[in-house]
């Protein structure tokens, strides 16, 4: 199982940003797919989840109706699309599956929110 994320980057208060999950060794059709969060400092929260039947989705209260997570079957990827981003966005942000009894992470992509 390899988990890679792209996409992070500074970027102004109210901008946006589109993360990307790039997964090998399973499909992620197949399973519950979350992005995590990580500020300094600050414990890992899950910000987003799509489930693996029927597409349902859960987010934080922090960012519902701001960030968006997706799945693209044939390109075995999940995206989080970020809008109207605020400073305390800023975080190292995650791609994870629990598959197998095992959490598996990536290695994280910086977002930096700041003016």
């Known amino acids: 199982v390899q988990l890679v994320e792209s996409g992070g980057g500074l970027v102004q208060p109210g901008g946006s940003l589109r993360l990307s999950c790039a997964a090998s060794g399973f499909t992620v059709s197949s399973y519950a797919m979350s992005w995590y969060r990580q500020a300094p400092g600050k414990e890992r929260e899950l910000v987003a989840t799509?489930?693996?039947?029927?597409?349902?989705?859960n987010y934080a209260g922090s960012v519902r109706g701001r960030f968006t997570i997706s799945r693209d079957n044939a390109k075995n990827t999940v995206a989080l699309q970020m809008n109207s981003l605020k400073p305390e966005d800023t975080a190292v942000y995650y791609c994870?599956?629990?598959?197998?009894?095992?959490?598996?992470w990536g290695q994280g992509t910086q977002v930096t929110v700041s003016s």
């Open positions: 799509i489930a693996s039947t029927g597409g349902t989705t």
């Open positions: 994870s599956v629990y598959r197998s009894r095992i959490r598996y």
